[in-house]
Every structure is written in structure tokens, then in C-alpha cells.
């Protein structure tokens, strides 16, 4: 599914312009805002964002894009306040959410039922399975286009199939009766789910397995899809055309991420500090971590333009290995290196697919669903992607941490950054952003990234507990459950103590876990260990009991209703073997 990127204006106000700075304001100070037409919040945001560098920064991006000849003919009818799909996206999307199955449906020219769906978004929230029916409400139109000419109608009526579980029992609820799994065990389940994973320590996507974090991303995806629709930030649109590759023999400045990383692993994989990151970030970046922390003005004081020029053409003469410190390269001047190769990457570095999202964000009231909208981006971007968004966002936090000596604090990393990660190219580079506010908005995302940077990996309990409830059904071969049962799974807080009697209100009835108990640990060797745990033992506790450290080894959740989970060294067994009672845990080098 690829999302329309939207179209960047930038440039110096005009006279004409809503924006009046006394002579006495220095540069330094923030831009405040009087008119009343601009909404509140984003005149509040003027105080603490230094408009004019914001303008300036863009300005700068603009003249270089245009010095490089790049542009385009993007439509000037961009809403750049919500997301756009195009028409013919629907299928992708449900590819996307792992509902391949209805796609199948629908390309061998058949009509998606209502029965269909329920199948196939078993554990989906009653918002999120009316995010699909949506879609499918529209392809079955398509269907019954196609079947124009025939004299039943048939196809017609079918469309319309979707609807009619409103009226009658559906098979599938009538074979969920029959299984004896009644309404109050499911929502029982659910809510236990739920409660133990806001006991658990956090999940980190990294640490799941593949097919889980498959499943988290189709989950993630749905949930934002419906929350943007919901707040009308989501609409179907035009598709963004390709962006176009650096001109030139560039071989680092201008070249994809995902062709850097495939190049540097062929030939210098040894030099690389993570395999998903290019030399050249890494390089910069390690560089920097050493030289530039305490250099006052990093990243807002610019370098030499020659010293600069001169640095990038070594670089590419050296197929980007670069040693910054035998070229006695100045801080200031790498700084500035880091800030073109992310604007210079065809596709950006938070792809132009989710790009316009990201900032959008920003447009949600609430700030734990700003928080939850950005780790699920954070998630759906790609493996590469993901890895140097990580690594840049932690390098920018340590910045922060020393603004007593370089001045430059997440508000201003923000300020100065943003123009580089949200930069979209438009003809003859000056299609920036369309509006002030939305100026606002891309600082204010990337500052909201930086203050959660430590969080931003990390799967929000709600869906963790969505993904066991969906492994479990499809492990037991049970049916789908109505969707009003999984929205109560998100609604569910922790009960009282006297709720949590008889099982803990987690484990079904004959496994309820003592205040201590015996658990057989699986070793590297193949062998079984047999450990006792109590509510307080973490899975560093227990490697520390079998003399393993968790410096060098790590316990691993596996089975049961989830695929396989590295548990952090803080992670309370007790709240993994309440969650996943089948679950075996397996220590790991």
C-alpha cells in the first residue's frame, strides 16, 4: 500500500505574510504567533519551536535539490492533514493486515462474505473488522460490476453479504455456539490476557520471532488504520509516484539504504557494527559519538561548504569506508554529511510510504495514542529502515544529553532535523511543506520521537495480548470469537485481588501457580534443568540460580500461544507462565 506523499512549500515569508518578528527577537528565540485563525495548540507549539530556523533549515534543503536538478509534477490537490490511499489499494491492504486469504476470494472473481471475514479476522476489534469490511464492501461493488449483464442479479445481492450478520446468526457463530466455548470464557480469557501483559515487562518487536512480528505488523497496521479513520486523518487518494535516484555515478550519497547494506555486506561485512545499518551511517555517527557531543551548536552551526564538498566526493571515491579521524575531519562538517545522506536516500529514510503518516501523528488529541500511532509506524517500516531510525534516534538522545555544553537540546535537534527526515521532493525542490502548521507538526513528531526513543521499539500490551488470543485460535483450531469480545480484551484493566482468585483469573482452572513452583528450564546442551521461581524471579534471577549470566545468555518463551519471545533480564517468569501456562522456557547463548 503506498501512501501519496504530500507536498512541501517552503522559502522566506512574503511581505504578506501572517508572521511579524520584532526587530529586537534574535534568531535564537522562538516565532510566536497572534492570529486567532490558527488553532491554538499549534500557536502553544510556537513557543517553543525556533520557526525561523525551521524555514531556514527547509530553504536549505530546497536550494540543494534544486542545484541537483531534481523535481517533479506532483498534483497540487495533496491533503497533506490525512493520509492517502489509492483506489486500487484495497487489495494491498488487505495483503498488508495478513488477510491474503480474502484476496484470493476476490481474485478468482468471487464475492467476499460476511462469513469470509469473520474467518479471517479472528481476535480483530469490532472497529478494526469494520476497517475490512470497508474495503470489502468496495471490491464485491467491483465484483458485481463485472457480472453486469446478467439477468439474476446474483451477484448484486451477494455484495451486499457483508451486512446480513447484522440480521441473522452467521454458521460461523452457530459452530462457535456448538464448540462449547461460551461468550464469558472467551471474554475471560481475553481480560486475563490482557492483565498479565501490563504486568509483563515490555516487548521489544526485535525480540519476537519472525512469524510473530509478521502477525504484530498485520495487527499494528489495522489498529492505525482504524484509529486514522476514525479521527478522519485517513483517506483513499492518489498513489505517490517513484521517487528518482541520485543522478550520477554516486555510490553512497543518493543510493537506497537496503542497496548500501546489501553492498557493504558483500564486501565489508566484517566492518559493519549492525547489518542492517550502512558503514557510512555507522561510520558518521561513531564519529560524532566521540568528537562531536560537546561541539556547541552541533548539527545548527553549519560547516565549510568546500571542507564539506570536498569530504563527500572522498567518501564516494572510496566506496564509503571512511576513517573521519585520519582525514582530520572537523565535527561540524560530518554533522552536516549526516544531514544530506538522509535527505539524499531515494526513498526516505521513514519511506514515503508512511512518511506523511508519521507527522500526522501529531494530529491525533490524545498523547498516548500520538505514542502508540509511532511505535506501530515505528514497527511497518522496513527491516533496514527500522534499524537506522533506531541507531539515529539514540544517537540524537545522547546529543540531548549533553546540551549543557552543545546547546542543543531535543527541542532544537528537532528544530534543525526535521527538514531531513521530512523532506519531500517536489518540482524544482520548492514543493515543501504546504502551511506553517504543518512545519509545527514535523519538529513536534521528531521531538516526540526523541523523548520516547527508549520506547518507541516496543509493542503496546493491548496487541501483545491481541497476538496470543489470535494464536490461540489458531492453534486450538477454535473459531473466530464475536469482535465486541476482543474490545472488551482492550477496555480491560487489572481486577481487584479477590478477581484474581481460583487460577489468578489468568490460568484456566487446574493450573493455577503457587506463590513458588518448579519449572523445568530447557539448556543450550538439550538437557532439562529443573529451577524453582517465585513471584519476584526475574529471567535474570533465574540464569543467575543455574550460574548463566545474562551478559552471554537470555531465556526464551517458546510455544504455547505465542511463537518464540526473548524475555528481557527483567521480565517476571511468573507473568510469562500466567500468560502462556504451555509455553516452555529455553535458556540461549
Known sequence: MASRSPEFHGGTPSKTSQFKRANTVSSSQPLKHKDKTIAKDTRERFQCLDLEVLLSEFKTVAH???????????????????????????????????????VEIYTKGDVISDEHIQRATRGFMPTQVNSVRTRVRALNKTVGASAAGGSDGSHSASADNC????????????????????????????????DSESEDFPTSFDDLSVDDQKQVQHLHLVHLTTLLESKKLFKNGKKSKKAKGAKG??????????????????????????CNVPIIMSSIID?????????????????????????????????????????????????????QFLRDTPEPLLTSRYLETFYITESLNDSTQQLEALQMLAVLLPPVHRACLRVLLRFLALVAANDGKNKMGIANLAVVFAPSLFYIRGHKGQKMLKEVELQVHTAATLRRLLDNQHLLFHIPPYIMAQ?????????????????????K???????????????????????????????????????????EVTEVSTAESVLR????????HYLLEKGGNIGSRRLHPRTRVFAVLKVNPDATLVVCK
Open 64 to 102: 540543494e535539490k534544486e542545484s541537483d536538478g531534481e523535481g517533479g509534477d506532483d498534483d497540487d490537490d495533496d491533503d497533506a492533514s490525512s493520509v492517502a490511499v489509492a483506489e486500487d489499494d484495497r487489495v494491498q491492504w488487505l495483503r498488508d493486515v495478513g488477510l491474503s486469504s480474502l
Open 249 to 274: 555515478s554516486s555510490s553512497t550519497f543518493g543510493c537506497n539504504l537496503e542497496t548500501l547494506v546489501a553492498r557493504d555486506m558483500r564486501t565489508n561485512r566484517s566492518k559493519m557494527t549492525d
Open 467 to 487: 497476538l496470543r488470543y489470535v494464536r490461540e485460535q489458531q492453534r486450538d483450531g477454535r473459531k473466530a470469537s464475536n469482535a465486541k469480545d476482543v474490545k
Open 163 to 194: 451486512t446480513a450478520s447484522k440480521k441473522s446468526p452467521s454458521k460461523l457463530q452457530q459452530i462457535s455456539e456448538e464448540s462449547g466455548d461460551s461468550k464469558e470464557d472467551s471474554v475471560k480469557r481475553l481480560g486475563a490476557l490482557a
Open 489 to 531: 480484551l482492550i477496555r480491560k484493566r487489572r481486577g481487584s485481588e479477590s478477581d484474581a482468585s481460583g487460577g489468578c483469573g489468568i490460568l484456566p482452572p487446574g493450573n493455577h501457580i503457587a506463590p513458588s513452583v518448579k519449572i523445568a528450564l530447557r539448556l543450550p546442551a538439550g538437557s532439562t534443568r529443573e529451577v
Open 287 to 339: 564519529f560524532l559519538s566521540r568528537r562531536g557531543l560537546h561541539e556547541e551548536g552541533i548539527f545548527r552551526k553549519a560547516g565549510s561548504s568546500a571542507r564539506i564538498k570536498a569530504l563527500r566526493e572522498r567518501i564516494e571515491s572510496l566506496g564509503g569506508i571512511i576513517d573521519f579521524e585520519a582525514e582530520k575531519s572537523r565535527p561540524h562538517d560530518v554533522a552536516a554529511l549526516l544531514k
Open 545 to 552: 540460580s543455574i550460574g548463566a549470566s545474562s551478559s552471554d
